[in-house]
Protein backbone atom coordinates (compact mmCIF):
# COMPACT_ATOMS: atom_id res chain seq x y z
CA UNK A 1 0.00 0.00 0.00
CA UNK A 2 1.04 3.34 -0.65
CA UNK A 3 2.51 5.50 2.52
CA UNK A 4 0.45 8.80 2.43
CA UNK A 5 1.95 12.00 2.50
CA UNK A 6 2.96 13.52 5.92
CA UNK A 7 4.94 12.71 8.91
CA UNK A 8 4.57 9.99 11.09
CA UNK A 9 2.70 10.19 13.90
CA UNK A 10 5.85 8.92 16.24
CA UNK A 11 8.55 11.14 14.42
CA UNK A 12 6.51 14.26 14.92
CA UNK A 13 5.88 13.30 18.89
CA UNK A 14 9.58 12.26 19.20
CA UNK A 15 10.83 15.53 17.32
CA UNK A 16 8.01 17.62 19.05
CA UNK A 17 8.78 16.37 22.70
CA UNK A 18 12.75 16.33 22.06
CA UNK A 19 13.40 19.70 20.77
CA UNK A 20 10.84 21.12 23.50
CA UNK A 21 13.34 19.83 25.98
CA UNK A 22 16.17 21.02 24.37
CA UNK A 23 14.80 24.30 24.21
CA UNK A 24 13.96 24.27 27.85
CA UNK A 25 17.07 23.25 28.68
CA UNK A 26 19.14 25.66 26.94
CA UNK A 27 17.35 28.24 28.05
CA UNK A 28 18.53 26.62 31.62
CA UNK A 29 21.69 26.31 30.94
CA UNK A 30 23.16 29.14 29.18
CA UNK A 31 22.26 31.60 31.24
CA UNK A 32 23.54 28.88 34.56
CA UNK A 33 26.99 29.23 32.40
CA UNK A 34 26.82 32.57 32.44
CA UNK A 35 26.78 32.78 35.95
CA UNK A 36 29.20 30.31 36.65
CA UNK A 37 31.59 32.02 34.58
CA UNK A 38 31.22 35.03 36.20
CA UNK A 39 30.62 33.57 39.53
CA UNK A 40 34.13 31.59 39.13
CA UNK A 41 35.71 34.67 38.04
CA UNK A 42 34.49 36.56 41.35
CA UNK A 43 35.80 33.50 43.55
CA UNK A 44 39.24 34.14 41.56
CA UNK A 45 39.26 37.85 42.35
CA UNK A 46 38.15 37.61 46.08
CA UNK A 47 41.26 34.65 46.03
CA UNK A 48 43.19 37.53 44.68
CA UNK A 49 42.65 40.52 46.84
CA UNK A 50 42.43 38.02 50.03
CA UNK A 51 46.95 37.29 48.73
CA UNK A 52 47.84 40.98 47.61
CA UNK A 53 46.22 42.53 51.00
CA UNK A 54 48.35 39.33 52.72
CA UNK A 55 51.54 40.13 50.49
CA UNK A 56 51.38 44.57 50.78
CA UNK A 57 50.58 43.68 54.83
CA UNK A 58 53.69 41.61 54.89
CA UNK A 59 55.75 43.70 52.34
CA UNK A 60 54.88 47.09 54.96
CA UNK A 61 56.10 45.48 58.18
CA UNK A 62 58.28 43.25 56.71
CA UNK A 63 56.89 39.91 57.29
CA UNK A 64 55.89 38.95 53.55
CA UNK A 65 54.38 35.64 53.22
CA UNK A 66 56.67 32.99 52.03
CA UNK A 67 56.04 31.67 48.72
CA UNK A 68 55.12 28.33 50.24
CA UNK A 69 51.70 29.71 51.62
CA UNK A 70 50.78 31.50 48.25
CA UNK A 71 49.40 29.46 45.04
CA UNK A 72 52.02 27.96 43.04
CA UNK A 73 49.35 29.57 39.94
CA UNK A 74 50.05 32.85 40.86
CA UNK A 75 52.37 35.73 40.02
CA UNK A 76 53.19 37.88 42.86
CA UNK A 77 54.98 41.71 41.89
CA UNK A 78 56.18 45.19 43.68
CA UNK A 79 55.73 47.82 41.16
CA UNK A 80 55.44 51.39 41.73
CA UNK A 81 52.75 53.79 41.40
CA UNK A 82 54.21 54.72 38.27
CA UNK A 83 53.45 51.11 37.10
CA UNK A 84 57.15 50.20 37.31
CA UNK A 85 57.91 46.44 38.61
CA UNK A 86 60.49 46.84 41.17
CA UNK A 87 60.84 43.03 41.77
CA UNK A 88 58.68 39.85 41.88
CA UNK A 89 57.25 38.41 38.49
CA UNK A 90 55.30 40.04 36.17
CA UNK A 91 55.29 42.64 33.27
CA UNK A 92 57.79 45.10 33.53
CA UNK A 93 54.91 47.98 33.68
CA UNK A 94 51.47 47.67 35.22
CA UNK A 95 48.58 49.89 34.45
CA UNK A 96 46.79 48.19 36.77
CA UNK A 97 49.92 48.79 39.57
CA UNK A 98 49.33 52.24 38.01
CA UNK A 99 46.03 52.94 38.74
CA UNK A 100 46.46 51.73 42.55
CA UNK A 101 47.79 55.25 43.44
CA UNK A 102 44.74 56.15 44.68
CA UNK A 103 45.24 54.34 47.80
CA UNK A 104 42.69 51.36 46.73
CA UNK A 105 42.81 47.93 45.18
CA UNK A 106 42.02 47.59 41.39
CA UNK A 107 41.53 44.10 39.32
CA UNK A 108 41.15 43.57 35.50
CA UNK A 109 42.46 41.28 33.04
CA UNK A 110 46.47 42.11 31.57
CA UNK A 111 47.74 40.47 29.28
CA UNK A 112 46.70 36.61 30.09
CA UNK A 113 46.08 36.59 33.20
CA UNK A 114 43.48 38.21 35.89
CA UNK A 115 45.35 40.76 38.15
CA UNK A 116 45.04 42.37 41.46
CA UNK A 117 46.34 45.37 42.66
CA UNK A 118 46.86 46.84 46.43
CA UNK A 119 48.96 49.38 47.85
CA UNK A 120 51.54 48.20 50.08
CA UNK A 121 50.63 50.29 53.98
CA UNK A 122 52.86 53.09 54.34
CA UNK A 123 52.86 56.27 56.92
CA UNK A 124 53.25 58.92 53.94
CA UNK A 125 51.20 57.03 51.34
CA UNK A 126 51.13 54.96 48.75
CA UNK A 127 54.68 54.38 47.22
CA UNK A 128 54.65 50.70 46.04
CA UNK A 129 52.09 48.67 44.77
CA UNK A 130 51.38 44.56 45.59
CA UNK A 131 50.39 43.18 42.33
CA UNK A 132 48.95 39.54 42.19
CA UNK A 133 47.71 37.58 39.23
CA UNK A 134 46.68 34.29 37.97
CA UNK A 135 46.39 33.24 34.48
CA UNK A 136 43.47 33.56 32.87
CA UNK A 137 43.61 29.79 31.62
CA UNK A 138 43.23 28.27 35.15
CA UNK A 139 40.22 30.01 35.57
CA UNK A 140 39.06 29.09 32.22
CA UNK A 141 39.86 25.68 32.73
CA UNK A 142 37.94 25.55 36.07
CA UNK A 143 34.91 27.52 33.94
CA UNK A 144 35.02 24.99 31.07
CA UNK A 145 35.35 21.78 32.73
CA UNK A 146 31.85 23.23 34.36
CA UNK A 147 30.02 23.74 31.75
CA UNK A 148 31.10 20.04 29.90
CA UNK A 149 29.31 18.92 33.34
CA UNK A 150 26.70 21.06 32.55
CA UNK A 151 26.15 19.68 28.79
CA UNK A 152 26.73 15.93 29.72
CA UNK A 153 23.91 17.01 32.58
CA UNK A 154 21.55 18.17 29.59
CA UNK A 155 22.28 15.60 27.17
CA UNK A 156 20.89 13.67 29.75
CA UNK A 157 18.24 15.44 30.12
CA UNK A 158 17.16 15.45 26.53
CA UNK A 159 18.56 11.76 25.91
CA UNK A 160 15.82 10.58 28.82
CA UNK A 161 12.92 13.33 26.91
CA UNK A 162 13.78 11.45 23.52
CA UNK A 163 13.32 8.36 25.20
CA UNK A 164 9.90 9.10 27.18
CA UNK A 165 8.73 10.79 23.54
CA UNK A 166 9.82 7.53 21.89
CA UNK A 167 7.83 5.10 24.42
CA UNK A 168 5.02 7.95 24.18
CA UNK A 169 4.70 7.68 20.54
CA UNK A 170 5.05 4.48 20.06
CA UNK A 171 1.73 4.12 22.79
CA UNK A 172 -0.15 6.80 21.04
CA UNK A 173 0.69 5.76 17.46
CA UNK A 174 -0.18 2.14 18.07
CA UNK A 175 -3.84 2.38 18.28
CA UNK A 176 -3.89 4.60 15.67
CA UNK A 177 -2.07 2.22 13.18
CA UNK A 178 -4.22 -0.46 14.56
CA UNK A 179 -7.29 1.60 13.72
CA UNK A 180 -5.92 2.27 10.22
CA UNK A 181 -5.85 -1.54 9.55
CA UNK A 182 -9.05 -1.85 11.03
CA UNK A 183 -10.22 0.81 8.31
CA UNK A 184 -8.60 -0.73 5.26
CA UNK A 185 -10.32 -4.35 6.16
CA UNK A 186 -13.34 -2.50 6.03
CA UNK A 187 -12.43 -1.10 3.16
CA UNK A 188 -11.91 -4.39 1.65
CA UNK A 189 -15.28 -5.48 2.39
CA UNK A 190 -14.53 -7.72 5.88
CA UNK A 191 -17.48 -6.22 8.03
CA UNK A 192 -16.28 -8.13 11.51
CA UNK A 193 -13.61 -5.69 12.06
CA UNK A 194 -12.49 -5.18 16.04
CA UNK A 195 -10.69 -2.37 17.68
CA UNK A 196 -8.83 -3.82 20.95
CA UNK A 197 -9.41 -1.43 23.95
CA UNK A 198 -5.68 0.97 23.80
CA UNK A 199 -6.38 2.77 27.20
CA UNK A 200 -6.65 5.87 25.11
CA UNK A 201 -10.32 7.37 25.81
CA UNK A 202 -10.41 8.94 21.97
CA UNK A 203 -9.01 6.11 20.74
CA UNK A 204 -11.06 3.63 21.98
CA UNK A 205 -13.80 6.01 21.12
CA UNK A 206 -12.91 5.81 17.43
CA UNK A 207 -12.12 2.21 17.42
CA UNK A 208 -16.26 1.90 19.05
CA UNK A 209 -17.32 3.96 16.36
CA UNK A 210 -15.49 1.75 13.41
CA UNK A 211 -16.98 -1.09 14.87
CA UNK A 212 -20.41 0.25 14.68
CA UNK A 213 -20.06 1.45 11.17
CA UNK A 214 -18.96 -2.02 9.99
CA UNK A 215 -21.65 -3.55 11.41
CA UNK A 216 -24.08 -1.05 10.18
CA UNK A 217 -22.35 -1.54 6.36
CA UNK A 218 -22.47 -5.49 6.99
CA UNK A 219 -26.38 -5.05 7.73
CA UNK A 220 -27.19 -2.74 5.35
CA UNK A 221 -25.02 -4.89 2.29
CA UNK A 222 -26.71 -7.97 3.71
CA UNK A 223 -30.02 -6.10 3.63
CA UNK A 224 -29.65 -5.26 -0.22
CA UNK A 225 -28.34 -8.65 -1.16
CA UNK A 226 -31.03 -10.21 0.39
CA UNK A 227 -33.79 -7.50 -0.73
CA UNK A 228 -32.27 -8.41 -4.88
CA UNK A 229 -32.35 -12.20 -3.75
CA UNK A 230 -36.35 -11.22 -2.78
CA UNK A 231 -37.53 -9.15 -5.11
CA UNK A 232 -36.20 -11.50 -7.84
CA UNK A 233 -38.40 -14.35 -5.61
CA UNK A 234 -41.44 -12.23 -5.40
CA UNK A 235 -41.32 -11.17 -9.27
CA UNK A 236 -40.71 -14.71 -10.15
CA UNK A 237 -44.21 -15.72 -10.68
CA UNK A 238 -46.53 -12.54 -11.73
CA UNK A 239 -43.06 -11.83 -13.97
CA UNK A 240 -43.94 -15.43 -15.76
CA UNK A 241 -47.96 -15.11 -15.87
CA UNK A 242 -47.57 -11.40 -17.46
CA UNK A 243 -45.26 -13.13 -20.43
CA UNK A 244 -47.69 -15.87 -20.46
CA UNK A 245 -50.74 -13.79 -20.98
CA UNK A 246 -48.99 -11.93 -23.55
CA UNK A 247 -47.63 -14.93 -25.81
CA UNK A 248 -51.03 -15.97 -25.59
CA UNK A 249 -52.44 -13.42 -26.86
CA UNK A 250 -50.19 -13.08 -29.79
CA UNK A 251 -50.60 -16.41 -30.47
CA UNK A 252 -54.39 -16.72 -30.65
CA UNK A 253 -55.89 -15.57 -34.06
CA UNK A 254 -58.89 -13.30 -32.93
CA UNK A 255 -57.54 -12.62 -29.25
CA UNK A 256 -58.69 -9.62 -27.30
CA UNK A 257 -55.45 -7.42 -27.50
CA UNK A 258 -56.20 -4.62 -25.72
CA UNK A 259 -58.20 -6.76 -23.15
CA UNK A 260 -55.02 -8.67 -22.44
CA UNK A 261 -52.60 -5.56 -22.60
CA UNK A 262 -55.07 -4.42 -19.75
CA UNK A 263 -54.00 -7.48 -17.91
CA UNK A 264 -50.68 -7.27 -18.60
CA UNK A 265 -50.59 -3.32 -17.13
CA UNK A 266 -52.29 -4.33 -13.92
CA UNK A 267 -49.68 -7.30 -13.34
CA UNK A 268 -47.23 -4.77 -14.84
CA UNK A 269 -48.52 -2.79 -11.49
CA UNK A 270 -48.59 -5.85 -9.11
CA UNK A 271 -44.71 -6.32 -9.70
CA UNK A 272 -44.40 -2.39 -9.35
CA UNK A 273 -45.95 -2.86 -5.76
CA UNK A 274 -44.03 -5.74 -4.68
CA UNK A 275 -41.19 -3.58 -5.76
CA UNK A 276 -42.42 -0.85 -3.31
CA UNK A 277 -42.88 -2.95 -0.03
CA UNK A 278 -40.05 -4.83 -0.37
CA UNK A 279 -37.49 -1.84 -0.82
CA UNK A 280 -39.56 -0.16 2.14
CA UNK A 281 -39.11 -3.32 4.33
CA UNK A 282 -35.91 -3.54 3.72
CA UNK A 283 -34.75 -0.22 4.45
CA UNK A 284 -37.47 -0.33 7.76
CA UNK A 285 -39.17 2.88 5.92
CA UNK A 286 -42.94 3.64 4.83
CA UNK A 287 -45.85 4.36 6.81
CA UNK A 288 -46.04 3.50 10.63
CA UNK A 289 -47.87 0.43 11.68
CA UNK A 290 -51.93 0.83 11.71
CA UNK A 291 -54.67 -1.02 12.30
CA UNK A 292 -55.13 -4.29 10.22
CA UNK A 293 -57.55 -4.02 7.65
CA UNK A 294 -58.19 -8.49 7.45
CA UNK A 295 -61.37 -7.99 5.15
CA UNK A 296 -59.57 -5.46 2.70
CA UNK A 297 -56.41 -7.18 2.73
CA UNK A 298 -58.17 -10.43 2.15
CA UNK A 299 -60.03 -9.33 -0.70
CA UNK A 300 -56.88 -7.37 -2.03
CA UNK A 301 -55.09 -11.03 -1.64
CA UNK A 302 -58.20 -12.91 -4.07
CA UNK A 303 -57.50 -10.02 -6.28
CA UNK A 304 -53.85 -10.30 -7.18
CA UNK A 305 -54.36 -14.05 -7.25
CA UNK A 306 -57.48 -13.82 -9.67
CA UNK A 307 -57.98 -17.39 -11.42
CA UNK A 308 -56.25 -19.20 -8.72
CA UNK A 309 -58.80 -21.54 -6.69
CA UNK A 310 -58.71 -19.14 -3.70
CA UNK A 311 -60.96 -19.05 -0.75
CA UNK A 312 -60.48 -15.92 1.99
CA UNK A 313 -62.51 -16.71 5.49
CA UNK A 314 -63.04 -14.80 8.20
CA UNK A 315 -64.06 -16.48 11.96
CA UNK A 316 -65.81 -13.96 13.69
CA UNK A 317 -64.88 -10.75 15.40
CA UNK A 318 -60.99 -10.55 14.79
CA UNK A 319 -58.63 -8.85 17.78
CA UNK A 320 -57.51 -5.15 16.59
CA UNK A 321 -53.73 -5.38 15.32
CA UNK A 322 -51.27 -3.01 14.66
CA UNK A 323 -49.12 -4.16 12.08
CA UNK A 324 -47.38 -3.15 8.29
CA UNK A 325 -50.30 -4.01 5.60
CA UNK A 326 -47.06 -3.77 2.97
CA UNK A 327 -45.33 -6.53 5.05
CA UNK A 328 -48.70 -8.71 5.83
CA UNK A 329 -49.08 -8.47 1.63
CA UNK A 330 -45.49 -9.92 1.20
CA UNK A 331 -46.04 -12.67 3.96
CA UNK A 332 -49.58 -13.98 2.11
CA UNK A 333 -48.41 -13.90 -0.76
CA UNK A 334 -45.51 -15.85 -0.15
CA UNK A 335 -47.38 -18.49 1.58
CA UNK A 336 -49.93 -18.86 -1.06
CA UNK A 337 -47.76 -18.78 -3.78
CA UNK A 338 -45.85 -21.89 -1.88
CA UNK A 339 -49.36 -23.75 -1.71
CA UNK A 340 -49.53 -23.29 -5.79
CA UNK A 341 -45.75 -23.68 -6.04
CA UNK A 342 -45.36 -27.35 -3.83
CA UNK A 343 -49.24 -28.22 -3.15
CA UNK A 344 -52.15 -29.01 -4.86
CA UNK A 345 -55.91 -28.52 -5.00
CA UNK A 346 -58.23 -25.77 -3.64
CA UNK A 347 -56.13 -22.74 -1.02
CA UNK A 348 -57.46 -21.33 1.46
CA UNK A 349 -56.75 -18.50 3.54
CA UNK A 350 -58.38 -18.02 7.00
CA UNK A 351 -58.56 -15.92 9.71
CA UNK A 352 -59.16 -15.77 13.39
CA UNK A 353 -59.34 -14.97 16.64
CA UNK A 354 -56.75 -16.76 18.81
CA UNK A 355 -56.97 -15.14 22.13
CA UNK A 356 -54.60 -12.39 22.52
CA UNK A 357 -53.53 -12.50 18.96
CA UNK A 358 -54.75 -12.73 15.38
CA UNK A 359 -54.04 -16.18 13.06
CA UNK A 360 -53.88 -16.65 9.49
CA UNK A 361 -54.34 -19.82 8.63
CA UNK A 362 -53.32 -20.62 4.47
CA UNK A 363 -53.91 -24.40 4.18
CA UNK A 364 -53.98 -26.55 0.42
CA UNK A 365 -54.87 -29.98 -0.66
CA UNK A 366 -51.71 -31.09 -1.58
CA UNK A 367 -49.55 -34.11 -0.40
CA UNK A 368 -47.48 -32.23 2.72
CA UNK A 369 -44.05 -31.12 3.43
CA UNK A 370 -41.69 -34.22 4.33
CA UNK A 371 -38.69 -31.35 5.49
CA UNK A 372 -37.93 -30.85 9.11
CA UNK A 373 -39.55 -27.34 10.07
CA UNK A 374 -35.66 -25.99 10.49
CA UNK A 375 -34.74 -26.59 7.35
CA UNK A 376 -38.15 -25.28 5.21
CA UNK A 377 -37.18 -21.78 6.98
CA UNK A 378 -34.00 -21.53 5.98
CA UNK A 379 -32.75 -19.19 3.30
CA UNK A 380 -30.77 -20.72 0.37
CA UNK A 381 -29.64 -19.88 -2.91
CA UNK A 382 -32.56 -18.87 -5.43
CA UNK A 383 -31.36 -21.57 -7.99
CA UNK A 384 -31.41 -24.02 -5.44
CA UNK A 385 -34.54 -26.59 -4.98
CA UNK A 386 -37.20 -26.83 -2.11
CA UNK A 387 -39.06 -23.96 -0.82
CA UNK A 388 -35.37 -21.36 -0.87
CA UNK A 389 -36.38 -17.88 -0.49
CA UNK A 390 -39.85 -17.49 -0.08
CA UNK A 391 -40.85 -18.95 3.33
CA UNK A 392 -37.52 -17.52 4.40
CA UNK A 393 -38.59 -13.82 3.15
CA UNK A 394 -42.08 -14.76 4.89
CA UNK A 395 -40.65 -15.47 8.60
CA UNK A 396 -38.41 -12.86 8.90
CA UNK A 397 -41.26 -10.45 7.93
CA UNK A 398 -43.26 -12.35 10.59
CA UNK A 399 -40.50 -11.70 13.16
CA UNK A 400 -39.98 -7.80 11.72
CA UNK A 401 -43.86 -7.17 13.11
CA UNK A 402 -43.55 -9.22 16.16
CA UNK A 403 -45.06 -12.05 14.97
CA UNK A 404 -44.51 -15.91 14.20
CA UNK A 405 -44.72 -17.80 11.04
CA UNK A 406 -45.07 -21.58 12.03
CA UNK A 407 -45.75 -24.87 10.10
CA UNK A 408 -48.49 -26.15 11.48
CA UNK A 409 -49.30 -29.30 10.07
CA UNK A 410 -46.87 -31.18 7.95
CA UNK A 411 -50.03 -32.74 5.87
CA UNK A 412 -52.22 -31.58 4.77
CA UNK A 413 -50.11 -28.80 5.19
CA UNK A 414 -51.37 -25.76 7.14
CA UNK A 415 -48.87 -22.61 7.33
CA UNK A 416 -50.56 -20.32 10.36
CA UNK A 417 -49.05 -16.63 11.06
CA UNK A 418 -49.89 -15.66 14.36
CA UNK A 419 -49.42 -11.66 15.29
CA UNK A 420 -50.53 -10.28 18.75
CA UNK A 421 -53.10 -8.29 19.84
CA UNK A 422 -52.88 -4.73 20.34
CA UNK A 423 -53.13 -3.50 24.17
CA UNK A 424 -55.77 -1.45 25.21
CA UNK A 425 -53.52 0.95 27.15
CA UNK A 426 -56.63 2.77 28.78
Known sequence: MERPPGTPLRRRLLVTIAGITAVAVALLIVPLAVAVQLLYRAEAVATLE??????????GNGTAPAARELSPHLVVG???TDGVRVSGAGPSV???AAAARDGRSHEAGEGRALAVTTPVPSRTGPGQVVRVALPTATVRARTVRTWLLMGAFALVIVGLAAGVAWNQSRRLARPLE???RAAQALGDGDFTVRADPSGLREADAAGRALEVTARRLGSMLERERAFSADVSHQLRTPLTGLLLGLESALERPGADLRSAARTAVRRGERMRDIIDDLLLLARDAGP??????VPALLDELRARWEGLPLATVVHGPLPTVHAKTSALRQILDVLVDNAREHGG???TVEASDIGGGLAFDVA????GVTDPEDEIFTRRSASGNGHGIGLALARSLAEAEGGRL???RPAPPIFTLLLPATRDLH
Open 50 to 59: RDAARVAAGA
Open 178 to 180: RLT
Open 94 to 96: SRV
Open 78 to 80: LYR
Open 288 to 293: DRAPLD
Open 364 to 367: DEGP
Open 345 to 347: GRI
Open 406 to 408: VLR
